[in-house]
């Protein structure tokens, strides 16, 4: 028997009636290129929004297109973010920081019909547009009046786009499993994949994000999401604060800039922020540089990289600010854990807590997990055995959009395997010790180890390179090159680097080489990369 209750579709337009409906007067703050603080509120940002839709959908936008941006964290981005998947179609957001092979690569194979493009961001698409293959029209997001000179053809301005939209547009109606947007993770070995979200996963994922123990949002808060809206949906800020009515500060551009982000801080008001470790080390540098506060800022969420001690630290003693670890993927929407305490646990020995603190944290409901060893077997969660770290639930990818080849990654009973090696302690707290896929972390964006290894073995004087990631106090992670050389050849390392460069985006290029005389190999040959990560485990870069 089905139970009597209605079957109102979870659609991201029912997110943006409800704010609209509900908190028409909550703010959204944005620094962009044509103006350095753009402020207007919910209700203005959702007739614009209407207008969008309207616009699109008179362009010729069908469901299902997939319509790209390649934008900062700014309130042009937001309403795309809802004008996109309201008229049905699939919101692409598309990271500007990648190598330009990759960023082909993503339209492409995406097949982006349209994209919205930042004015910072057009040069690289001038650069890449011999390769681009499907995309009819560039608009450029910004008024008529800072429009910069182009050589893309087929360009259009975002604000006279928009202008020709009606503000009455109606919302379509359709199923929550529709796709809603789509976002491509190079965190993998191989191209980029995609991960194609829905409707219903988004607000599902947004729900519980707003949960006490978990983002613990509310009207009360003022949110500065520093992760970019190109990663991962800004970890689901610009879903989750319009149901709960939240004043929003988009950073624009600036999201590595300690000045903007303490301006923003001070002046708006903002109460909680969130992003990478490497965008809080720039903060605090700035902060004890220019002896400024955030008085009003009182929690931090950071994840995307594990989180050192001394940020949790600075935070907690100089600025009186609450840090919560959380640690989540692309593929998850991204949210899988947050690290906040039991009752009892602020009363345990400082030196303990922050050990706890440091931990990933605890998993949200809807996300379950589980570790597994090498013959599949699950691992107990007694905080010492690590295993492979696998997780289900419904805002977790069932697989990759299009996907080509097969893998494990996506086992037949429906769990996803993270690539995450990590233990569960007793109270259910995760924490990760170390990754099983080939890739670096530097500064919240991935670096693929076996390109670089690929690059390196194509020079005529090495017989075998390995690329491992080493902590680095800045960056979280950088990339350290280990090679051995071939007979009675021999080559400098500073040689070696410059011959690389090119060869990948420049902050890719290892930041030190060792030349050793061999390099350990698992029994079926492969390079034994968690032998490697070990036997370096203590080595420091020159510079760092
Ligand atoms: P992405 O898909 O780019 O968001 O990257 C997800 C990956 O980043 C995870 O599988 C982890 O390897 C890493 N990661 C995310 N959050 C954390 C964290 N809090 N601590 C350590 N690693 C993290």
Same mark, same amino acid.
């Given at each position: 028997m089905h139970g009597l209750m209605m079957n109102s579709p979870l659609t991201i337009t029912s997110i943006m009636k409800h704010a609209d409906r509900n908190h028409p007067d909550s703010e959204i703050v944005s620094v962009t290129v044509d103006n350095p603080r753009h402020r207007y509120t919910y209700r203005e940002a959702f007739i614009r929004t209407r207008k969008l839709a309207c616009a699109l959908s008179q362009y010729g936008i069908k469901p299902d297109d997939r319509i790209g941006t390649l934008a900062w964290n700014d309130y042009r981005h937001f309403e795309l973010y809802y004008a996109v998947s309201g008229v049905g179609a699939i919101t692409h957001m598309i990271n500007p920081r990648l190598s330009h092979d990759q960023i082909t690569f993503i339209i492409n194979h995406a097949e982006d019909r349209l994209i919205f493009v930042d004015p910072l961001i057009v040069p690289v698409l001038e650069k890449i547009i011999d390769a681009i293959k499907n995309v009819e029209l560039f608009v450029i997001l910004t008024d008529m009046a800072h429009m910069p000179e182009t050589s893309l053809v087929n360009v259009r301005c975002y604000e006279s786009f928009i202008g020709?939209?009606?503000?009455d547009f109606e919302w379509p109606e359709f199923d929550e499993n529709t796709a809603s947007s789509l976002c491509y993770t190079s965190g993998t070995t191989g191209n980029p994949k995609g991960v194609l979200y829905s409707h219903r996963a988004i607000v599902l994922h947004s729900l519980a994000e707003i949960a006490p123990d978990v983002f613990n949002l509310s009207i009360r808060e003022v949110i500065m999401p520093v992760?970019?809206?190109?990663?991962?949906?800004? &970890?689901g800020i610009p879903y989750a604060a319009p149901i709960v009515g939240a004043k929003l500060v988009f950073p624009g551009a600036k999201m590595g800039d300690g000045e903007t982000l303490q301006a923003l801080i001070e002046e708006e008001g903002v109460t909680l922020s969130a992003g990478v470790p490497t965008v809080w080390l720039m903060l605090l540098n700035y902060l004890e540089k220019s002896a400024k506060t955030v008085a009003s800022l009182r929690r931090v969420i950071i994840g995307g990289a594990a989180c050192p001690l001394s940020i949790l630290i600075d935070f907690r003693e100089k600025y009186d600010v609450t840090v919560h670890q959380a640690w989540g993927m692309t593929e998850m929407t991204p949210l899988g854990t947050v690290n906040t305490l039991k009752p009892g646990m602020e009363n345990i020995p400082a030196d303990e807590l922050n050990q706890l603190k440091l931990k990933q944290g605890r998993f949200v409901y809807g996300v379950e997990m589980k570790i597994i060893d090498d013959d599949n077997k699950e691992q107990p969660w007694d905080g010492l055995s690590p295993g492979l770290l696998k997780v289900r639930g419904? &805002?977790?990818?069932s697989n990759y959009y299009k996907k080509e080849d097969d893998d494990d990654t996506f086992d037949k009973d429906g769990w996803f395997s993270t690539g995450d090696i990590a233990t569960i302690d007793e109270n259910g707290f995760m924490q990760i010790t170390?990754?099983? #896929?080939?890739v670096i972390k530097s500064g919240g964006e991935w670096i693929s180890s076996i390109e670089l290894e690929n690059i390196a073995t194509g020079h005529p004087t090495i017989s075998e390179a390995a690329v491992i990631g080493i902590n680095h106090p800045k960056w979280s992670e950088r990339p350290l090159l280990i090679v051995v050389l071939k007979e009675n050849e021999e080559v400098g390392k500073e040689e070696l680097l410059a011959w690389m460069?090119? #060869?990948?985006? #420049? &902050? &890719?290029?290892?930041?030190d080489v060792l030349f050793v005389d061999e390099i350990p190999h698992t029994a079926t040959g492969k390079i034994q990369k968690t032998k490697l990560r070990k036997l370096f485990k203590d080595y420091k870069f020159p510079s760092s």
């Open positions: 020709d939209g009606a503000e992760v970019p809206m190109f990663h991962v949906n800004a &970890w419904p &805002w977790i990818s170390d990754r099983s #896929k080939d460069a090119g #060869k990948v985006p #420049k &902050w &890719w290029l290892p930041d």
